[in-house]
């Protein structure tokens, strides 16, 4: 049968239209997992280059490596999907780990770090306030608060580390626990139940639609009814709570907590959720795009030093891999107008 006649005669190429909208979905699909392509690549890599990689030491270890900065990029995930910023959360992580200490030294562990997630939940309300309430940029109104939660660890602290009592050390280092027969640590169980529970905020309720179309839009989600100033009140209050349990883990793991706790986190965060894809423009992203993206900074940071090179390198690798993500996006929001 000739090509004509399987055709119906019609040998006319496809109308723009259509092969616009093949284009289109081929866009979707390489953003959507090209960076599990990526995260594949780099592991196969990493194998083949080394002898150490694929070793289950190394491999728990890097599941270790991944689970502050996790935990902190899916609350820093819902602020992006909402259109806002939060650059406080390493500064909330210091206050609420060293909130913790010193509340399970007068009650115990278990109060303690409940004691440090609600002060992280309660520092992300008052970035909201701030925010939605004065109307202050959320990139300077955090970055503010983050000056300011620094001097009061500092108070907090008279510039010391704090310790739990040395009859609560072993209880307060409960995250360094090794779980069977998986042979993982209780904080990689942590970072599994904070991802499912926001991944649960964003797909399956409704604060969770309102995230989205905040983000895309906040005049028109205005006008649908939605009010935006609550949505993004509640996802810095998610993100401040993120963040003091991510200031849990990491004084579990040390057995104490200072002001400088957590450095430079908030970056780290940031720049995972947007290496796996979630818009800097708001209105869209997943909690499994930043996970993914915390996943290939700490791929590359594991293989940095796994084959001895220079981690000045990494630094620039790591800039060029924000860069690149934050054009992909900008492109294809061009190309979708």
Do not use: K
């Not at 930043?290 to 796994?306: D, E, H, K, R």
Request: one cysteine or more; aromatic letters at 6%; charged letters at 10%.
């Amino acid at each position: 049968m000739s090509t004509t006649q399987e055709h119906g005669g019609d040998l006319r190429p496809p109308s723009g239209a259509a092969s616009a909208r093949r284009r289109a979905s081929h866009v979707a699909l390489l953003r959507d997992y090209g960076i599990l392509v990526v995260i594949v690549l780099l592991i196969v890599s990493l194998s083949l280059s080394t002898d150490t990689f694929a070793t289950l030491a190394n491999l728990r270890n890097l599941l270790d490596q991944v689970v502050v900065v996790g935990i902190i990029a899916c609350g820093v995930t819902l602020c992006i999907i909402a259109g806002i910023f939060d650059l406080s959360t390493s500064a909330v992580l210091a206050v609420s780990a060293i909130v913790g200490i010193l509340t399970t030294q007068a009650a115990g562990v278990a109060v303690g770090f409940a004691a440090a997630v609600v002060v992280g939940a309660l520092l992300g309300a008052l970035n909201g306030v701030v925010i939605t309430r004065i109307g202050v940029n959320s990139f300077i109104a955090t970055l503010a608060s983050s000056i300011v939660f620094r001097g009061v660890a500092i108070l907090l602290t008279g510039g010391s580390i704090v310790y739990p009592l040395a009859e609560q050390l072993l209880g307060f280092q409960m995250m360094t626990y090794t779980t069977r027969p998986l042979g993982v640590t209780v904080s990689v169980f942590v970072l599994l139940a904070v991802a499912a529970g926001t991944w649960f905020l964003l797909s399956c309720t409704r604060f969770g639609r309102s995230l989205y179309a905040v983000g895309g839009n906040a005049e028109a989600a205005r006008l649908s009814g939605i009010s935006v100033d609550r949505v993004r009140l509640l996802a810095l209050v998610i993100s401040g709570a993120c963040a003091g349990l991510a200031g849990v883990v990491l004084s579990s793991r040390a057995g104490s907590a200072q002001a400088s706790l957590g450095e430079g986190l908030e970056l780290s965060a940031i720049a995972a959720t947007v290496v796996g894809g979630t818009s800097i423009a708001g209105g869209e992203g997943a909690i499994w795009r930043a996970l993914a993206g915390v996943l290939i900074l700490q791929l590359f940071s594991n293989g940095f030093n796994l084959l001895g090179w220079d981690t000045t390198y990494q630094q620039v690798l790591t800039g060029f891999l924000i860069l690149l993500a934050v054009s992909i996006d900008q492109v294809l929001r061009r190309r979708r107008r």
